[in-house]
């Protein structure tokens, strides 16, 4: 596959899911992360869960994506990020 081919059609509906400490506040840093990128996002489009025994959360944001590049930034931002353990 060619470097700029993808396997999705754009726009597409596309889940970003983050975690990281419960006690960082990392939540609303990954939300200006997304939404720099993708400034439509709807808060109410964002589900949070907590781990079993409440060190971590994970949250997941489901965007429209237009393209790969804006996946791409929006993932580069968000692993560039301290308060973000992880970006899948």
Not at 10 to 29: H, Q, R, T
Request: glycine share 4%.
């Amino acid at each position: 596959m060619d470097e700029k081919q993808t396997l999705l059609t754009f726009p597409c509906d596309f889940p970003i899911k983050v975690m990281g400490f419960a006690d960082s506040g990392f939540e609303a840093n990954a939300l200006v992360i997304v939404r720099e990128f993708a400034p439509d996002f709807q808060a109410e489009s964002m589900h949070t869960n907590a781990s079993r025994e409440g060190k971590y959360i994970a949250v997941t944001f489901t965007l429209t994506a237009t393209s790969q590049e804006q996946l791409d930034a929006i993932y580069c931002k968000l692993t560039a990020c301290d308060d973000i353990l992880m970006a899948l």
